[in-house]
């Protein structure tokens, strides 16, 4: 008979509209439809959800429960409402791998992982971006660490592989990036021992700012152009040349 999609807020779907009017004429038990919907996005609490509803021609229904952006069911298991406006430096929240394992398993069925494992190393990825650390440390880290086995036990108590083969590859970047983040924070420590300097820092980090959207904003601007007038001009010229 066809296809029904709603949005619905998880746990709270009624007979009223949008489901009642839309249900109403195909004859169905809509009451029963919406006890099945709030079972099926109970674990979504305080989100809204994409919901389909199919019925074939002799009412038989099915009901295809949609998830929420990987970052809103981050946002949500964070108790944050939004992420970090400069991720790499400041963060908003923190989780647990058990934390980051319950999204993981919330999204696996919309992720590209076929493992819970790799699932939650692309949670843990999306938490860099969100400025969320994981177990009280910067998530690019976590995942460094996950690739070089300091999380074997961890995955392994969850029926996982432990540990994983590395590449020369990404052996030579993680070395790089551990390079860099140590460099980061002995400046961090140095700077937060001298103020003055910590202050120029940002005096100097700011102003780099401002001229960076200043040089934006001009880049961004037509130059007018009288676009009429430069083509009469061009028309005039070789006549003159010829007089």
Same mark, same amino acid.
């Given at each position: =008979?066809g296809?029904?999609?709603?949005l619905?807020?998880?746990g709270? &779907?009624t007979?009223?509209?949008?489901l009642?009017p839309?249900?109403g004429?195909?004859g169905?038990?809509?009451?029963e439809?919406?006890t099945e919907?709030? +079972?099926?996005t ?5 989100m809204k ?8 021609t002799?009412?038989n229904v099915e ?6 952006p990987t970052?809103?069911l981050?946002?949500? +298991?964070a108790g944050?409402?939004k992420?970090s406006d400069n991720?790499k430096?400041?963060s908003v /929240? ?7 394992k319950?999204v993981?398993e919330m999204?696996?069925e919309?992720l590209s ?8 190393k #692309?949670i843990?990825?999306t ?5 969320i650390?994981v177990?009280g440390k910067? /998530?690019?880290?976590?995942q460094?660490?996950i690739r ?5 036990k961890y ?5 996982e592989?432990?540990? +994983? ?6 052996a030579?970047?993680?070395? =790089?990036e551990e390079?860099? $983040?140590?460099?980061?924070?002995a400046k961090k &420590?140095?700077?937060e021992?001298?103020?003055e300097?910590?202050?120029?820092e940002?005096?100097? #980090? ?7 959207? /200043? ?5 961004s #601007? $037509?130059?007018p152009?009288?676009a009429?007038e ?5 028309e005039?010229?070789?006549?003159e040349?010829?007089?």
């Amino acid at each position: =008979m066809g296809d029904i999609s709603v949005l619905i807020e998880a746990g709270k &779907a009624t007979a009223a509209a949008p489901l009642g009017p839309a249900l109403g004429p195909l004859g169905v038990n809509i009451g029963e439809i919406v006890t099945e919907i709030n +079972e099926k996005t109970k674990g979504y609490a305080g989100m809204k959800v994409p919901v389909k509803i199919s019925i074939d021609t002799k009412k038989n229904v099915e009901i295809t429960v949609g998830s929420p952006p990987t970052s809103a069911l981050i946002k949500k +298991e964070a108790g944050v409402q939004k992420g970090s406006d400069n991720p790499k430096v400041t963060s908003v /929240a923190d989780l647990t791998m058990d934390q980051i394992k319950k999204v993981a398993e919330m999204k696996i069925e919309n992720l590209s992982s076929h493992s819970i494992k790799s699932a939650m190393k #692309e949670i843990i990825g999306t938490c860099n971006s969100l400025g969320i650390t994981v177990d009280g440390k910067p /998530a690019k880290k976590v995942q460094r660490e996950i690739r070089h086995g300091e999380y074997a036990k961890y995955f392994e108590s969850i029926g996982e592989k432990g540990t +994983e083969e590395i590449s020369e590859k990404d052996a030579k970047r993680d070395a =790089m990036e551990e390079r860099d $983040e140590a460099a980061a924070n002995a400046k961090k &420590a140095y700077l937060e021992k001298h103020p003055e300097l910590k202050k120029q820092e940002e005096e100097a #980090e700011a102003k780099d700012a401002a001229e960076g959207e /200043a040089k934006e904003g001009e880049s961004s #601007e $037509e130059k007018p152009t009288d676009a009429p007038e430069a083509k009469k001009e061009a028309e005039e010229k070789p006549k003159e040349e010829q007089k």
